[in-house]
């Protein structure tokens, strides 16, 4: 059974760092590719960054480049989203989900998604 769940969401003060995890069960990461994705209710969910699932290749959205960071641990089999220099539009559900092979920022190309974590941040 594949299941995803996020944590490391909360408040954070804008310029602070968070790091959110995607603990994954029921597949391996080296076969599929996992996404994060962000939505703020009344707008749609918005991909903002992929690893892919053979090369770990990475992929983001131009507003949290440079910023943001997602790696995983293979052997923990858990995607990681480093969260730097965050800003109030930053403030958003986060969620991780598991996608084909390839990378996608669109949340079309997944098809099993977390529950998602609460980020919010202000000062």
């Known amino acids: 059974q594949v299941q995803l769940v996020e944590s490391g969401g909360g408040l954070v003060q804008p310029g602070g760092s968070l790091r959110l995890s995607c603990a994954a069960s029921g597949f391996t990461l080296d076969d599929y590719a996992i996404g994060w994705f962000r939505q703020v209710s009344g707008k749609e969910r918005e991909g903002i960054s992929c690893?892919?699932?053979?090369?770990?290749?990475?992929y983001y959205r131009d507003s949290v480049k440079g910023r943001f960071t997602i790696s995983r641990d293979i052997a923990k089999n858990t995607v990681y989203l480093q969260m730097n220099s965050l800003k109030p539009e930053d403030t958003s559900v986060y969620y991780c989900?598991?996608?084909?092979?390839?990378?996608?920022?669109?949340?079309?190309?997944?098809?099993?998604w977390g529950q998602g974590t609460q980020v919010t941040v202000s000062s």
């Open positions: 989900a598991k996608g084909s092979k390839r990378c996608s920022l669109s949340r079309h190309y997944f098809g099993s």
């Open positions: 690893v892919s699932s053979s090369d770990g290749t990475t």
